[in-house]
Antibody, heavy 121, light 107 residues
Framework: QVQLQESGPGLVRPSQTLSLTCTVS??????????WSWIRQHPGKGLEWIGH???????NYNRSLESRVTISLDTSKTHFSLKLSSVTAADTAVYYC?????????????WGQGTLVTVSS | IVMAQSPVTLSVSPGERATLSCRAS??????LAWYQQKPGQAPRLLIY???TRATGIPARFSGSGSGTEFTLTISSLQSEDFAVYYC??????????FGQGTKLEIK
C-alpha cells in the first residue's frame, strides 16, 4: 500500500525557513509517471498548489511563491522535501504532500494526512 | 487557468440529489478531476477525466462536462457525502488550478 507522510516542525518563527519532508512508502520515488507535489490549505480556505518535482528533479513552482520555494528529491532515501523561506503569518497552513500520477489519466491519487505549520513568534 | 465553483455552499437533504458546478476560464477539454474533502482529512480523488469514477467511488457520484463547464452530481445523498468538493484542471501544465470549493451541507 502506497503511503505519504509529512513531517517537520509545527511552529516556525517569522522570517525563518519552513522545512518539511514527505516520506514515500510502497512506491518508487523514481517512477517516471509521478510528480511529487506540495499543496497547502490556509485555515478554512481552499487548496493552494505550491509546486512539484519529477523523478528527474525537474521542478515547477507557484509563481506567487517561487522566489521563496525549493522542492528537492532524495531518491536514495525515498523522500522529497519542501523549503519555504522568509515565512510570515500568511504561510500558516496545513501542508500536504501528494502524488500527481501521469498514467493513462492524470490526477492527484495519493495524499499525505497533512501537517499544520504555524508561523508565530 | 482560473477554476470557479458554484455555489459556494449547497444545502441539500439526505436522499436528495446534489449538483455542483465548475467552470474553467478557458477550455480544459475533459482534463478535470473532482476531489472530496472531509474535516481534518486530506482530499480524496472522486472523478478524473471529467466523468470516470476513481477506484472505490460509489456509483451515486457522477461527473459530466467538457471544455469549460463541468458538473458533479451526487444522486442520492448519504450522510457521509456532506463535505467540501473541489474541481481541478490538468489540461495546462503545471496542474496548479483548483476551484475554491463547494461546501455541501445538510439541509
Amino acid at each position: 500500500q502506497v503511503q505519504l507522510q509529512e513531517s517537520g516542525p509545527g511552529l516556525v518563527r517569522p522570517s525563518q525557513t519552513l522545512s518539511l519532508t514527505c516520506t514515500v512508502s510502497g512506491a518508487s520515488i523514481r517512477g517516471r509517471d509521478s510528480y511529487w507535489s506540495w499543496i497547502r490549505q490556509h485555515p478554512g480556505k481552499g487548496l493552494e498548489w505550491i509546486g512539484h518535482i519529477s523523478f528527474s528533479g525537474g521542478t515547477n513552482y507557484n509563481r506567487s511563491l517561487e522566489s521563496r520555494v525549493t522542492i528537492s528529491l532524495d531518491t536514495s532515501k525515498t523522500h522529497f522535501s519542501l523549503k519555504l523561506s522568509s515565512v510570515t503569518a500568511a504561510d500558516t497552513a496545513v501542508y500536504y504532500c501528494a502524488r500527481f500520477l501521469m498514467g493513462t489519466s492524470w490526477y492527484y491519487d495519493l495524499w499525505g494526512q497533512g501537517t499544520l505549520v504555524t508561523v508565530s513568534s | 487557468i482560473v477554476m470557479a465553483q458554484s455555489p459556494v455552499t449547497l444545502s441539500v437533504s439526505p436522499g436528495e440529489r446534489a449538483t455542483l458546478s465548475c467552470r474553467a476560464s478557458q477550455t480544459v477539454n475533459r482534463n478535470l478531476a473532482w476531489y472530496q474533502q472531509k474535516p481534518g482529512q486530506a482530499p480524496r480523488l472522486l472523478i478524473y477525466g471529467a466523468s470516470t469514477r476513481a477506484t472505490g467511488i460509489p456509483a451515486r457520484f457522477s461527473g459530466s462536462g467538457s471544455g469549460t463547464e463541468f458538473t458533479l452530481t451526487i444522486s442520492s445523498l448519504q450522510s457521509e457525502d456532506f463535505a467540501v468538493y473541489y474541481c481541478q484542471q490538468y489540461n495546462n501544465w503545471p496542474p496548479d488550478s483548483f476551484g475554491q470549493g463547494t461546501k455541501l451541507e445538510i439541509k
